[in-house]
């Protein structure tokens, strides 16, 4: 049995990765943890040593067989992970330690929750987290961030002594709606008519709606949505992080598991949001828009988000990171889980205190957002 690093996707291989990642066999594995989706990040340059990601995957071999992966990123800044730790950082160097490089076990740039672990056996799950240690300290990384994993894989790592964090993201449940009119008459009149008035809004201005999956996704189409996303997101981060190169790879190896809401005025597309699906799950992404239209994103993001949901009869549609607006949209708050290993003992002990006093504030303002949610009361 042996624990090596890889140095990208394309070292591991495409059956390989995906035997650990999908191993049982499903038809909608988890986009974000296919083979292609990684593949597409670290080939297109989005992922690279240049962009401070460079690919160190932790890979577990028995008698030469791979039975296990930690996909895990070296990296020089704090970006693009979601979970925050610029506090941790400047604690560390103000004290005279170096915090970068380190290791960040995730998917780039994706803030879904998911198989972090690939493995299928919790023994082989305990190596790996046991290997993530170890690696960090061989190769003089200051810590091991392991973020958005599941919870069993969380509550995993709290067995081989890391660092546990939550944090909240809101996730919209289909109880078994036969249309978006059923859901909202679970809402509250108010919270109804609310709705009911932003979707009018959206419609008065002639704007109709394409959902696009499979083959029905042209260059054509990934030639618009990127003019959309760059726009918005030279605007929101000040440089976007995905390649035009990135959206027509997934598009050419995963199209069946893409759906691309677009937007249309007439025949010209003026917005767009893309989304994942897999696992009975809608993950939005990423949206734009060229057109500012009073309502559009959340018809684009959240609401036709809930009628493909509906249509197809998936579960679940995770709309990302942050955003307390989606509460009153029908988007419900849910924790998130993160785990931490840091090598430098005092650093380790300080955020341990700080996580212990942070989860029990994640789980009060939970409790909280969810009283405030627009769903009605029972009496």
Same mark, same amino acid.
């Not at 591991?12 to 499903?26: D, E, L, S």
């Not at 082989?124 to 894989?153: N, P, V, Y």
């Not at 959206?247 to 190896?253: L, T, V």
């Given at each position: ?7 990208? /996707? ?18 909608? &594995? ?44 070296? %990296? ?18 103000? #004290? ?5 490089? %380190? ?74 709606? %036969? ?13 109804? %008519?609310? !709705? ?6 959206? #419609? ?91 309502? !559009? ?17 998936? #579960? ?16 419900? &708050? ?26 029990? /504030? ?18």
């Amino acid at each position: 049995m042996t624990v090596r690093l890889a140095d990208g /996707a394309a070292a591991i291989g495409k059956a390989a990765w995906n035997a650990v990642a999908n191993p049982a066999g499903r038809s909608d &594995p988890h986009p974000f943890m296919r083979f292609e989706f990684f593949e597409a990040l670290e080939s297109s340059g989005c992922a690279s040593a240049r962009t401070g990601w460079q690919p160190a995957h932790l890979v577990l071999e028995e008698d030469g067989a791979m039975t296990g992966i930690l996909p895990a990123y070296l %990296k020089s800044h704090s970006q693009g992970e979601y979970v925050f730790d610029h506090a941790w950082a400047d604690a560390l160097e103000r #004290a005279g330690g170096d915090y970068y490089p %380190k290791l960040q076990c995730s998917v780039p740039f994706t803030p879904v929750t998911g198989p972090r672990i690939l493995t299928a056996d919790p023994a082989r799950r305990a190596l790996l987290l046991q290997a993530g240690k170890a690696a960090t300290d061989q190769i003089g990384a200051s810590s091991l961030h392991i973020t958005f994993l599941r919870k069993e894989d969380w509550m995993a790592a709290a067995d081989e002594g890391y660092l546990l964090r939550t944090d909240r993201q809101f996730h919209w449940r289909n109880h078994g709606y %036969k249309d978006f009119e059923q859901f909202l008459g679970e809402l509250s009149s108010s919270k109804r %008519k609310n !709705l009911r008035k932003e979707r009018a809004a959206v #419609a008065r201005q002639g704007i109709r709606f394409d959902w696009l999956t499979g083959n029905d996704i042209t260059e054509a189409h990934w030639d618009r949505f990127f003019e959309f996303y760059t726009d918005t997101g030279s605007r929101k981060w000040g440089h976007p992080y995905l390649t035009r190169e990135f959206f027509s790879r997934i598009g050419a190896s995963m199209a069946d598991q893409i759906v691309l809401i677009m937007a249309r005025r007439g025949s010209d597309y003026i917005a767009g949001a893309l989304n994942l699906m897999g696992e009975g799950t809608l993950f939005g992404r990423n949206w734009g828009t060229l057109d500012y239209v009073p309502f !559009l994103h959340f018809e684009t993001c959240y609401y036709q988000a809930i009628d493909f949901a509906i249509a197809r009869g998936l #579960a679940k549609v995770e709309a990302g990171a942050q955003g307390e607006h989606k509460l009153l949209r029908g988007y419900m &708050p849910e924790e998130t889980y993160s785990a931490h290993y840091i090598a430098h003992k005092g650093l380790r002990r300080a955020v341990d205190q700080f996580l212990t006093q942070e989860r029990e /504030a994640v789980t009060e303002h939970i409790g909280e957002l969810a009283q405030h949610g627009p769903f009605r009361k029972e009496k």
